[in-house]
């Protein structure tokens, strides 16, 4: 298995006491795998993904076990050192947050920080890093992407900006892929074309997506297993033709019905 997540527990302490953001979730990740993780907000789905690289907030608690592939019997990511989850991040497992601009740096042009990711991760060197970085700008289909890789990260709209985070996130070519919501902040075109985009690089690339969303509908196009998330907890899960052909739980059933339907009976017209 390539990521094995056992009992992990986020708790946050706060004022007004203890908040348990998640309770307890298991699931595993095969590599080349597609994950959805679905529940409305605040369901404890950014702090699971949070907590596998050790980007939680300062009052933040964590236990259980997030074990990565490799090495003797695997990376345990829960509790590691900062070293080791910098390598981690990054090289291994790439996030793709809602919005890119809390990841990108706004003083630096978009290629010297893809570039910058290629010469720490991938031992390219200046110039060679540069030239990649430009091609990561093409392949995510950002035109004229020469000159505009010397942009800043706020000449570029937000769609454009989500498609250099996929890019950034792509540049040391990670296992795994990391979506928080991508496409959530994105007009709906937008969006349509940032699926395909993601769906497209993991053809390429073979990466794993773990894809968070509160939108079932996303999930549906792009995943191929599913958790459903409640208050902390796992519902239901399983694969995504059956929970959505059967879903056994009545939250899961509620999400359902917000899904506005794709292909209605007998052919559209209503
Ligand atoms: N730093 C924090 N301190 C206290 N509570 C937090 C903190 N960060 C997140 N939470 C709480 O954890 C819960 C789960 O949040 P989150 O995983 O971000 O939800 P979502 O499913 O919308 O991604 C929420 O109730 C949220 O308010
Ligand atoms: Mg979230």
């Known amino acids: 298995m390539l990521l094995d997540v056992r009992d992990l527990q986020v708790r946050f302490d706060t004022p007004d006491g203890v908040v348990e953001a998640v309770r307890g979730l298991d699931f595993e990740l095969a590599g080349?795998?597609?994950?959805?993780?679905?529940?409305?907000?605040?369901?404890?789905?950014?702090?699971?993904?949070?907590?596998?690289?050790?980007?939680?907030?300062?009052?933040?608690?964590v236990s259980g076990s997030a074990?990565?592939?490799?090495?003797?019997?695997?990376?345990?990511?829960?509790?590691?050192?900062?070293?080791?989850?910098?390598?981690?991040?990054?090289?291994?497992?790439?996030m793709i947050f809602q919005d890119?601009?809390?990841?990108?740096?706004?003083?630096?042009?978009?290629?010297?920080?893809?570039?910058?990711?290629?010469?720490?991760?991938?031992?390219?060197?200046g110039r060679a890093a540069r030239a990649r970085a430009i091609e990561m700008l093409e392949a995510v289909r950002i035109p004229d992407a020469a000159r505009r890789a010397r942009y800043f990260p706020h000449q570029f709209s937000g769609g454009m900006r989500q498609r250099v985070m996929i890019a950034m996130a792509l540049a040391c070519e990670p296992e795994?892929?990391?979506?928080?919501?991508?496409?959530?902040?994105?007009?709906?075109?937008?969006?349509?074309?940032?699926?395909?985009?993601?769906a497209e690089a993991r053809a390429r690339t073979g990466a794993a997506l773990v894809l968070i969303t509160h939108d079932l509908g996303v999930v549906a196009g792009q995943c191929e297993r599913m958790l459903v998330m409640r208050e902390g907890e796992v519902v239901e899960r399983g694969g995504i033709e059956g929970i959505f052909a059967a879903p056994e739980h009545d939250y899961t059933r509620a999400l359902l019905a917000a899904v506005p339907r794709l292909d209605p009976p007998g052919g559209g017209g209503s």
Do not use: F, W, Y
């Open 100 to 125: 890119p601009m809390t990841a990108l740096n706004p003083h630096l042009r978009i290629v010297t920080q893809i570039a910058e990711v290629l010469v720490r991760h991938r031992g390219l060197r």
């Open 32 to 61: 080349g795998e597609s994950l959805g993780i679905v529940g409305e907000s605040g369901s404890g789905k950014s702090q699971s993904v949070l907590a596998l690289l050790g980007l939680l907030a300062a009052n933040a608690r």
């Open 176 to 198: 795994i892929l990391v979506a928080d919501e991508p496409t959530t902040a994105l007009d709906v075109t937008v969006q349509a074309e940032i699926l395909d985009l993601l």
């Open 67 to 94: 074990r990565l592939a490799g090495g003797d019997g695997g990376i345990e990511l829960i509790g590691a050192r900062r070293r080791v989850l910098e390598r981690v991040r990054g090289a291994r497992i790439a």
